[in-house]
């Protein structure tokens, strides 16, 4: 399974902004999808999650009630809607992936995407 994440820019706190996650390989339908995100010098974050059939997510406690995660199995994508963002949601976001549900760790993810940068202005 290979993962592209897209999507990151600068925006200004307040806005919006939606990463999405191109998925090749077998077996997307079956796959959690996830974002995490990281600093310099920090860990890597969980953000969210979402089940194989997309009808259960979880989320991290700083981005709950403002971030959104969906996926659509037709065409292999995930996505993270954020809103009501804030400067400390500036980070580089990366989508993964696992077949194991419930998983906050970062080692518990198999497949990585590369990343895309998002900056939030004050």
């Known amino acids: 399974v290979q993962l592209q994440a897209s999507g990151g820019g600068l925006v200004q706190a307040g806005g919006s902004l939606r990463l999405s996650c191109a998925a090749s390989?077998?077996?997307?339908?079956?796959?959690?999808m996830a974002w995490f995100r990281q600093t310099p010098g920090k860990e890597r974050e969980f953000v969210a999650a979402?089940?194989?059939?997309?009808?259960?997510?979880f989320y991290g406690d700083s981005v709950k009630g403002r971030f959104t995660i969906s996926r659509d199995s037709a065409k292999n994508m995930a996505y993270l809607q954020m809103n009501s963002l804030k400067p400390e949601d500036t980070a580089v976001y990366y989508c993964?992936?696992?077949?194991?549900?419930?998983?906050?760790?970062?080692?518990?993810?198999?497949?990585w995407g590369q990343g895309t940068l998002v900056t939030v202005s004050s």
């Open positions: 993964a992936a696992t077949t194991r549900w419930g998983q906050r760790a970062k080692d518990a993810y198999d497949y």
């Open positions: 979402t089940t194989s059939g997309g009808g259960s997510t």
């Open positions: 390989g077998r077996s997307f339908s079956r796959l959690v």
